[in-house]
C-alpha cells in the first residue's frame, strides 16, 4: 500500500481527470482503484473541457500539464470558478518554481511534480481533499529560494545575526519542526528529504544564523523577528 489508508469515499468521492495523455489517464485510474476509497468519476482531455458549460460532479479535480502558459492558467480559472472551495491538484510535468507559483495564483489548491512518487501524489491527493494547500517538496527543494520578506533579514537583524545570507523556505520548514520538537528522522520523514539532506539544510541554518547548536537556532531566529513557517 502505498498510501495512507485515510484517503476515503463517501457520497462525495468522485475525483475528475483532465489530461492528454492515455498512459497518465489509466495509471492514475489503477492508482486510485488501487490505493484509495475514491473513485474516478470522469477522465476528459482539456479539449473535451473546453466546451463543457459545467463540471461533472467530483470531489477533486486533476489537472495534468506540461507548464504553466496562459492556456494552463486559464484552465485553472475556469476550473476554480467550477470549484469555488479550490480543490484542484495540478499535476506538472516539471520542476519549477515559477510555474508552479502561476498556477497557485491562477487557483490550485496543489501542485505535484512528475519528479516525485506515486506516494507523494497519494499524499498530494489526500492533504487537497483535507481542504490544505500542498506543495510539492521536490520542487520545494529544487528551488531553494527566499520566500518573500518574512523570511528576508532586515540589516538591524543582520547585524544581531552576524549573517546577512537569508534563510530558505525549506530551512524555515526544518527550523519550525525544530521548534516543535522533531528529530532529524521525523523532519525528514515530514518533508520527504533524507536525513542526510535534513543535517545539511542544519549546517546552513548555523552558519546563516551564527548558531552553535539546534536550540540556539530557533532562539536567534525568534529574537530577530524572523517568522517561522504555521508560527
Given at each position: ?185 521525523q523532519i525528514a520523514a515530514s518533508l520527504f528529504l533524507s ?37
Amino acid at each position: 500500500m502505498l498510501c495512507p489508508s485515510s484517503i476515503t469515499g463517501g457520497a462525495e468521492s468522485g475525483v475528475v481527470l483532465i489530461s492528454d495523455h492515455p498512459l497518465t489517464r489509466y495509471a492514475f485510474k489503477r492508482l486510485i482503484k488501487d490505493h484509495t476509497s475514491l473513485r474516478v468519476a470522469a477522465q476528459l482531455t482539456s479539449s473535451e473541457l473546453e466546451p463543457l458549460s459545467e463540471p461533472p460532479l467530483a470531489r477533486l479535480i486533476v489537472l495534468e500539464v506540461s507548464a504553466a502558459g496562459e492556456r494552463e492558467q486559464n484552465l485553472v480559472r475556469r476550473l476554480r470558478e467550477w470549484l469555488p472551495g479550490g480543490r484542484i491538484l495540478v499535476l506538472l510535468r516539471s520542476i519549477d518554481a515559477q510555474s508552479v507559483k502561476a498556477l497557485v495564483a491562477a487557483g490550485a489548491a496543489s501542485v505535484w511534480t512528475t519528479s516525485s512518487t506515486l506516494s507523494v501524489l497519494l499524499q498530494a491527493i489526500h492533504q487537497t481533499i483535507e481542504g490544505r494547500r500542498w506543495i510539492d517538496p521536490a520542487c520545494l527543494e529544487a528551488s531553494e529560494s527566499p520566500r518573500s520578506s518574512k523570511s528576508t533579514l532586515s540589516a538591524a537583524q543582520v547585524a544581531r545575526t552576524g549573517s546577512a545570507s537569508l534563510l530558505s523556505y525549506r530551512e524555515l520548514q526544518i527550523l519550525t519542526l525544530i521548534r516543535q520538537g522533531y528529530s532529524n528522522q521525523q523532519i525528514a520523514a515530514s518533508l520527504f528529504l533524507s536525513v542526510h539532506t535534513v543535517k545539511h539544510h542544519m549546517t546552513r541554518i548555523m552558519f546563516k544564523l551564527s548558531a552553535t547548536n539546534r536550540t540556539q537556532a530557533v532562539l536567534k531566529a525568534i529574537q530577530s523577528g524572523i517568522e517561522l513557517v504555521g508560527s
